[in-house]
Structure formats: structure tokens, C-alpha cells
């Protein structure tokens, strides 16, 4: 029996980058056993996940991370792997993500690897997962402090988003989604208005406006990867605030979490790269509700060193990013002395206006 060619003799075209909302978490399991569709799941979680959703993970097979960005290592990845292999999973068989952008991260790169690839599915839960990470395939791990130094492009087939998993999300880890929320809003007009309007019920966690908004920046996300799946072009648009985010991240030995940092990264690049004033006045008053994390004392040569090795770079110059406006993005390249005089600058700036602090 051929299981490949359908009845009209072509290939049956398979989901790819799928959004799938769930209106309630009691759906989530369900979904996703449909999306099976009776084939072998190999489930990837944290331990605060399995703990808090034990209900949404399937009964067997299931691998536990623990919690927190140090999990985002090769050695996890291998680890993940040598556990499929135990399972006996196939080629057919379904690697599916219950948890933040850390596990989405690995179980893809894992799903990626085992067997040179196999299905992917995942269902982020936490806000900054279920607005950016797990949407688009861009799986990883960090390597020697640096980001996703090792990765690779794989797409879920499906991403199953319920906002009512978010219901148990401590405080400070809403606040980093907000960081990913904000970012993608100034990348689109219609949902940077619909934020900037709502700003202080998404802060509060209205169940009605955070569902609203994790679907149209889903769905933002999805139209901008669809395009450009492999960042050769537009999606680079999605690194806003990344360039230096990431390089705090790297010299701040990751102290914070991720989106902590590109709320930094959004205050400080967007003003290094040249934002027009009325966009950065506006974005400010958003960050100023979320509250903007204390800046780490951190060395501008060591921002710039961490930056030189950021992976959108070409020509020796380092790449930031700027808007003239919601949905007017800018790319604004500078060479190693130039960022860090701007990076200097923009940081006395910031604090002395009252935009930013230092820690302590
Ligand atoms: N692949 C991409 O395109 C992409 C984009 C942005 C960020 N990222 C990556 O995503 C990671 C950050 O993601 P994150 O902020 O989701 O981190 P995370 O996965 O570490 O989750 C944050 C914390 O929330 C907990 N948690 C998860 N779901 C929960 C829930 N429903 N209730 C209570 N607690 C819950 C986790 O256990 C963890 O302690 C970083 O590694 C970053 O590099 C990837």
C-alpha cells in the first residue's frame, strides 16, 4: 500500500505554519490528538508546564525539561533525540511542543534533526511564545552564551493557540510577552493602534483583549514567515530590538529572560538607529506602562562584541533596526566604533530623560 499519492495521484498537501486557535484549554489535547490523527506523539514539555497542564499533555512520552533558558542546549537536544530513539518513533510519527519559547526551540530543532526531520507541532504557552516564537520555524540552542547559534528551519505543521492557557503565567513572564507584543505592533499599523488603545488592559491580562491581540499578532507573524520563511528578505523586520537585546542578553550572562530584554532592546535600538520622534514618544509611553526592566551595567564595547556576532549582520556592519512610524521599518547599519559611541549616547540619553534606569 502507497500512502503517499492520494486517489487523483498527487501528493496530499500537508498544513504547514497552520494557526489553530482553541477558545479553551480542556480543547487543547483533543486538537492536537486530531492533528495526530492516530500516529505516534512524542510530547516535549518544561516542569512548571507539566505541573500547571498536566491535562493538555498526552498519557505517555513525555520528556521534561527543566524550566529556564539553561535547558536551551545541545545537550538537551541530544538528550530529546536519544528519547525519541527509546520511544521508537518514525518517520511518521509527531513531535509535539506543550510549552514557552524554550521548549517550542528545542522539541523543533530536535524534530528537525531526528531522522533528518520529522512533524512538528506546537502548542506555545506563554504569551511571548503564542505571539511570536512558536510561529514561522525558526528552532535552536545557544552556544558558548550566544543566542540560537545552532538551528534550523522548521516549520510545525500546526500551532495550536489557547489564551486561556496564559491564565496561570506568573507576572514577569506576561511582561516579557509584552516585550515580543509591542515589538510586533510597531511592525503593524492596525495592531499597533488596537495596543496602544488597550495598552492598560492587556498590562491587566484582560482575558477578551489578550486573546484579540494574540491572534492578530499570530497572524501577522504568519503572513510575514509564509513570505519569507528563511529571513533572506522582509522577515528580518521581525528582529526589531533584537540586535541589541540580544547583545545585552550574551554580556548579561541571560540574568533576565529573553523579552525582558528586547523591551530594552526596543527602547535603545530603535533611538540608536535613528526612530523618527513622534514613533519613539508614543512607543515610550507603552513601555512605560509595561515597565521597563533596569538597564544592566554592562561594558558598550562588550554590547558591540556581542553585536558583531549577531547573525543579520553582512559587510562587517552591525544591522539595527528603526521606524519612521507603526509598520515604517528602517534598516540602519553601522560599523564597531560608531555603535558603541551611538549605544553610549543613547543610553546617557535614556536615563537622563527618565526613559530608562540602571540596576541597582
Ligand atoms: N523561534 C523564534 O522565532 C523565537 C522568537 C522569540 C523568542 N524565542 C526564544 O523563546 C525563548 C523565550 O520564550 P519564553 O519567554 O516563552 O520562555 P520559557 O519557555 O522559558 O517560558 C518562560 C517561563 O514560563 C513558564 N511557563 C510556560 N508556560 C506557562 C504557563 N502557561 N503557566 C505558567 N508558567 C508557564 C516556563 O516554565 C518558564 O519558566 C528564548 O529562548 C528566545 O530565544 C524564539
Known amino acids: 500500500m ?27 489535547a483533543k486538537t492536537v490528538r486530531r492533528i495526530a490523527d492516530g500516529r505516534q506523539v512524542f510530547a516535549v514539555t518544561d516542569g512548571n508546564v507539566a505541573r500547571l497542564h498536566a491535562d493538555i499533555l498526552p498519557e505517555e512520552n513525555v520528556f521534561v525539561l527543566p524550566a ?3 535547558s536551551k542546549t545541545f545537550a538537551q537536544a541530544e538528550k530529546i533525540c536519544r528519547a525519541m530513539l527509546q520511544a521508537g518513533l518514525t518517520r511518521k510519527s509527531v513531535v509535539v511542543a506543550f510549552g514557552g519559547g524554550v521548549v517550542g526551540d528545542l522539541a523543533g530543532f530536535a524534530a528537525s534533526i531526528y531522522m533528518r526531520g ?3 507541532v506546537n502548542v506555545p504557552t506563554t504569551l511571548l511564545s503564542q505571539v511570536d516564537s512558536a510561529i514561522g520555524g525558526k528552532t535552536g540552542v545557544n552556544l558558548d552564551g550566544y ?20 491564565s496561570t503565567l506568573p507576572s514577569r513572564e506576561w511582561r516579557c510577552g509584552m516585550g515580543e507584543l509591542l515589538k510586533t505592533a510597531v511592525l503593524d499599523e492596525e495592531l499597533y493602534l488596537f495596543v496602544q488603545k488597550n495598552i492598560r488592559a492587556l498590562v491587566s491580562r484582560d482575558a477578551i483583549v489578550t486573546a484579540k491581540a494574540v491572534t492578530a499578532a499570530a497572524n501577522f507573524k504568519k503572513q510575514v514567515t509564509d513570505e519569507d520563511p528563511t529571513e533572506k528578505g522582509r522577515r528580518m523586520i521581525l528582529n526589531l530590538g533584537h540586535t541589541v537585546g540580544h547583545a545585552l542578553e550574551k554580556c548579561d550572562n541571560h540574568r533576565l529572560s529573553h ?7 526596543l527602547a ?33 564595547r562588550d554590547v558591540c562584541t556581542a553585536a558583531k556576532s549577531d547573525k543579520k549582520n553582512s559587510d562587517g556592519k552591525i544591522t539595527l533596526l ?3 512610524g507603526a509598520g515604517k521599518i528602517f534598516v540602519c547599519k553601522c560599523g564597531a566604533a560608531e555603535f558603541t559611541q551611538k549605544y553610549i549616547a543613547t543610553v546617557d540619553s535614556l536615563v537622563r530623560e527618565g526613559g530608562l534606569c540602571y540596576v541597582g
Request: net charge negative; charged share 25%; hydrophobic share 45%.
Open 2 to 28: 502507497c500512502e503517499i499519492v492520494d486517489k487523483a495521484g498527487s501528493i496530499p498537501a500537508k498544513a504547514v505554519n497552520e494557526l489553530v486557535f482553541v477558545p479553551s484549554a480542556d480543547l487543547v
Open 68 to 70: 529556564g533558558e539553561d
Open 118 to 120: 520529522i512533524e512538528f
Open 147 to 166: 543566542k540560537n547559534m545552532l538551528g534550523s528551519f522548521k516549520m510545525p505543521s500546526h500551532i495550536v493557540i489557547c489564551p486561556e492557557l496564559l
Open 259 to 265: 523579552g525582558e530584554y528586547v523591551l530594552l532592546g
Open 268 to 300: 535603545v535600538e530603535l533611538r540608536m538607529a535613528g526612530t523618527s520622534p513622534e514613533c519613539e514618544e508614543s512607543l515610550r509611553k507603552l513601555l512605560k506602562t509595561v515597565e521597563l526592566p533596569a538597564l544592566p551595567v554592562v561594558d558598550a
Open 322 to 324: 528603526g521606524a519612521m
